[in-house]
Every structure is written in C-alpha cells, then in structure tokens.
C-alpha cells in the first residue's frame, strides 16, 4: 500500500540561490519549435518506465505529438492594437487573458489535433474525436468558453483533453508571436502574466541563469512565471508549504502543500529529473494527488487532460 511521506526541507529564499546576481528573468514563453514535442517524449519515457497507465500515457504522447503538428501550422493570430497594449501593461493585465473574445482559428487547431490523431487510438477516444469533428462551431466555441473559465460540470469530461489540447495550441502561438517583449510582469503573482490562468505545477528549473530558481507554469499558454521559494502560488502565504512524496517514489515530483489555505500543486525538481515535465509527470503521479486529497488538501488547478472524478 502506497504511503505519503512528508519531506522535511529548508526552503532556501531566492536571494541565497542567486548569491547575489541579478534577478531571474520574470518569465519565460514556452518553445514554439518543441514544447509540445518535448511533452510527447516524456509521456513515452515516463510509459517505457512503468509510471502511470501505459495505454493513456501512450494516448497522451500521441496526443502531444499532434499538437506539436497543430502548432507548427496554425496561423498566427491577430495582434492586440496599442490600446490593449496600453491598456494592458497600465493596469497590470494579462495581455492575452481568456475574457477576450475567442478567436475562430483555435478551431482550426482542433481539426488538425482529431484528424492527426488517426485511428490508432482506443475506440473510445475514436468516438469523441468523431463526435467533435460533428459539433457545430457555436457549440464548440461555448464548450471551449467554459473550459477556459474552469466549469468542469457543464462538460463532457472525454472532450475535455482534445478541446484544452487545441485551445493550448491556440495560446501558445499567440503568446510566442508576440515575444517577451510584448509582455510584462503583473501585481498578482498567482496567475500567468501572458494569459490570467493559473498554474499546473511548480518547476524548479535548471535552464535558467541560476539553477534552482523556481517557476510556476501555465495550464494555459505554457509560460512559466518566477514566483519566489517559500511562497504558495494560491494565497502567497509565505512559510507555509509542506512537500509530500510517495515513499516507495522519487522524490522528483512532490505535493506542494500550503498548511494556510489547503491548496496543492505539484513540484517538479528539474535538479533531480531534468526531463521532468509539468504536465506529463503530473499525469504519472495521479495517487499522489489521492493520497493528499486523503489528507485533507484540494488540488488548487486542474491538468486539462485528466478529469478526476468524471468520465
């Protein structure tokens, strides 16, 4: 029987990491040319590996191979004018928040996502993926809408992870059109500085000037933000996250839990497993999320491709 463990750690503040150098860059826009790639093969490794369920993991590999296709040929949609810039950048804004209008072309990624994906996937998931290639735009664009705003209960949780799939291709391409330079880093820590989502994961990243510094990433649009140690990525209660592994596991991908507000993400080392993936080993350590739902603590944001509890 799987046990959690708690990790006692010193959270080390990130001015100690730095050991004076400058500031970590604010934020980092996701690899047009890989990310989705990138995801493919970790859901293949982690498959390879025994963790999480072969079949589904397999599915997800597939699935994130699809959108890297999607992404390399949707267009690249409209850019904000200088009034959404101003506006945006004046009051603190997400310049491509999910409030927005939802453009059509995201449908266009859907398309190219259920027709990749063949028929070399399980029945079940063949049937959604024909169900949604007969949906009628208005009522993609209304299932899309309320994914974007989190409301789960209204939704077919099978069409959940194909219609987040699309709408990541979507963002992910109008967020690396525009360049960091279009962007700037909000008051509110809490949520993605490029789209308003909040984060799937806290990434302790090596790929950066001082290995170590700590990011959240994005459900969304893939950009991971810096968001200092010590500090819960729900309510910034600072000093008050306890880690939780599973003890016959690594200790790579923890449970980050706020003792003041009950919420929890997970925590990927990347100094530890430097392939660790935000939403791959997210989807291959689901009993741990059993495990701190046992003890009392809420998942503080869904993974687009898992829908507990439904389905």
């Not at 500031?23 to 963790?51: H, T, V, Y």
């Amino acid at each position: 029987m799987a046990r959690i463990s708690t990790i006692p750690i010193r959270i080390v503040p990130q001015g100690e990491i730095a050991g004076g150098l400058e500031d970590p860059p604010a934020f980092r826009l996701p690899d047009a040319n890989s990310i989705f790639a990138d995801r493919a093969a970790r859901f293949e490794s982690l498959a390879a590996r025994g963790k999480g369920e072969s079949a589904f993991m397999r599915l997800m590999a597939q699935l994130a191979s699809a959108q890297q296709q999607a992404l390399l040929q949707h267009p690249v949609p409209p850019a904000p004018d200088a009034a959404q810039l101003e506006r945006a950048h004046v009051h603190g804004l997400p310049l491509l928040g999910i409030d927005a209008v939802l453009e059509a072309s995201w449908r266009g990624a859907l398309r190219h996502i259920t027709h990749a994906l063949g028929r070399d996937i399980p029945a079940a998931a063949q049937r959604v993926l024909t169900a949604l290639q007969n949906t009628a735009a208005a009522t993609l664009d209304t299932q899309a809408s309320r994914l974007l705003s989190l409301d789960y209960p209204s939704l077919d949780a099978a069409a959940v992870p194909f219609i987040g799939a699309a709408l990541q291709v979507h963002w992910v391409k109008r967020a690396s059109a525009l360049g960091p330079g279009a962007f700037r880093k909000l008051n509110v820590p809490t949520v993605c500085p490029v789209c308003g989502s909040p984060p799937l994961a806290s990434v302790q990243r090596i790929d950066v000037p001082v290995p170590g510094t700590r990011y959240l990433h994005c459900m969304l649009c893939c950009t991971d933000w810096h968001m200092g140690r010590g500090f819960c990525s729900q309510c910034e209660a600072q000093e008050k996250l306890a880690y939780y592994h599973i003890e016959s596991d690594s200790d790579a991908v923890r449970g980050e839990a706020c003792q003041q507000c009950k919420g929890y993400i997970k925590s990927l080392n990347q100094e530890k497993d430097p392939q660790a993936n935000p939403v791959a080993d997210d989807l291959a350590t689901l009993p741990l999320d059993i495990l701190l739902d046992e003890a009392g603590y809420q998942r503080a944001s869904p993974n687009f491709f898992f829908v507990p509890g439904q389905g």
